[in-house]
């Protein structure tokens, strides 16, 4: 069973979609207590950093997913806003702390072209930089969807299974042992992203 | 790279079969004469298959109290797509774009509500993020031949020149601007690469630009000439002989950096 964090904002529906069409149970955790049944967690995008801490902090959130991923080591994936409350900080609208798993800040993207855009909008290619169990059978240059003005900016190169340019390196994919990451939707990246969807759901630590 | 994109716009208004409440597809020249050509779910579900790069939903009715029959199309649209959808038509308050974001959309699209009220798309950006917030701006010429935002359904002439919209609502929040020429819609005459040559240059968020095309060289223009990040196409994709696999095709001729479907 596969559990998305709900808090009030967030794409869920497209990722319960995406798992069903791929033939997996999925539930909404909408309470802390409803992280206990689930073999993995997802952590979804859209909405605003503080927003989005501030609603895990309140559902009592935290805790419930330090304890559920890292004393019980439930696979759990963060999808682009879900990925940036990973980091140490965020700060969009002030600095805010986020859920440290990962070190590093989520900053505003200055890609180094001025003629480039922000936010980061579209089907960008990706490069691997680590082989991953996500990106199985998906080849290089792969393009996924994006759609981000923020991005995570690293401490260690360490954990980083894939990048993407935009006027310069953005991190496209993280992963420490049963913690995963992606910038990119791959709920909205049609059939490379239903593949690594498919990856994590079967992904065994 | 980041690949330029083709984004097949989606017109809706209720059915006008009587005891209907469905919501069906139409087209549109210059913003009047709907004609009825077929079903949301059904068009969105051939796009997905043909590698549709996202889908613009409109709702043209726009009532508040239609939003049940668009949020069942959207409904029903993100079971079978996994592509960005944007919603717009109608979307007055911070509530109107959560329920939509809840329902499946990924991108909320103000218009009217937008110039009657700027600071909403900074209160829908804040709640729903930036990169949600696409603000749609139809222009035309007006009497004395000056480009001008047009609301309502391209009814109402606005005190705003397109290019200055758009930056205003960038400043505001807005993630991308969506750039409609009511004079070419539905016409297949091209697109207005001079005006959206015009906004690209002025604001540095993304634009996409829709009005117009009936061949796969206006699309072409649309990129290299108007700059645009995206082009929308409404009859051109589902009313003409035209579809994204041939037109995908046209674009790698003409070197510009698509998604290239195998």
Redesign the interface.
């Known amino acids: 069973m596969i559990g998305i964090i709900d808090q009030g904002?967030g794409?869920?529906?497209?990722i319960r979609?995406?798992f069903e069409?791929l033939g997996h149970e999925v539930k909404t955790c909408r309470d802390a207590a409803d992280l206990r049944g689930m073999q993995r967690l997802v952590l979804p995008g859209?909405?605003?950093f503080e927003?989005r801490m501030a609603g895990l902090t309140r559902g009592g959130f935290t805790a419930a997913l330090e304890d559920a991923v890292w004393n019980e080591g439930k696979p759990i994936l963060g999808i682009c806003?879900g990925m940036h409350v990973m980091a140490d900080w965020g700060t969009e609208g002030g600095r805010c702390r986020g859920l440290g798993w990962f070190g590093g800040e989520v900053v505003r993207l200055t890609p180094a072209d001025?003629r480039?855009?922000?936010?980061?909008?579209?089907?960008?290619?990706v490069t691997f930089r680590a082989t991953s169990p996500l990106f199985e059978g998906v080849p290089a240059g792969a393009?996924f969807?994006?759609?981000?003005?923020y991005h995570f900016r690293p401490d260690v190169v360490d954990g980083v299974a894939a990048v993407c340019?935009?006027g310069g390196e953005i991190v496209a994919a993280l992963q420490r042992g049963h913690i995963f990451a992606t910038q990119f939707?791959p709920?909205?990246?049609?059939a490379y992203?239903?593949t690594v969807l498919e990856n994590f759901a079967r992904y065994k630590s | 790279m980041l690949k330029s994109r083709l984004i097949p716009k989606l017109q809706l208004k209720p059915s006008s079969r009587a005891g209907s409440s469905r919501m069906v597809l139409v087209t549109t020249v210059g913003f009047a004469s709907a004609v009825e050509i077929g079903d949301p779910v059904s068009q969105a579900k051939i796009y997905e298959a043909q590698g549709a790069d996202e889908l613009i939903f409109l709702d043209l009715a726009a009532t508040s109290d239609g939003r049940e029959a668009l949020v069942d199309v959207i409904r029903k649209v993100a079971e079978h797509v996994f592509m960005p959808v944007t919603v717009g038509g109608g979307v007055r308050s911070v509530d109107d774009a959560r329920l939509l974001v809840a329902n499946g959309a990924d991108k909320i699209c103000l218009n009217t509500a937008a110039l009657d009220n700027p600071d909403l798309i900074g209160e829908i950006a804040e709640v729903c993020g930036t990169s949600s917030v696409v603000v749609s701006i139809d222009y035309r010429l007006d009497r004395f031949g000056l480009y001008r935002v047009y609301s309502q359904n391209g009814t109402i002439p606005r005190e705003w020149q397109p290019a200055d919209w758009a930056a205003e609502a960038a400043r505001r929040g807005a993630g991308e601007i969506l750039l409609t020429s009511i004079a070419r819609d539905g016409t297949g005459r091209g697109l207005d690469v001079t005006l959206t040559s015009q906004v690209a240059r002025t604001v540095s968020i993304p634009v996409i630009t829709s009005g117009g095309c009936g061949q796969p060289s206006h699309v072409v223009a649309g990129f290299i000439e108007g700059m645009a990040d995206a082009v929308a196409a409404g009859t051109y994709f589902c009313f003409r002989d035209q579809n994204l696999v041939q037109t995908r095709a046209q674009l790698v001729n003409a070197a510009i950096p698509v998604r290239v479907m195998t």
């Open positions: 904002m794409n869920i529906l497209s979609n995406a069409a859209i909405g605003a927003d806003l001025c480039l855009r922000v936010p980061h909008v579209g089907w960008n290619e393009e969807y994006f759609v981000h003005s340019h935009h939707h709920e909205k990246s049609q992203g239903l």
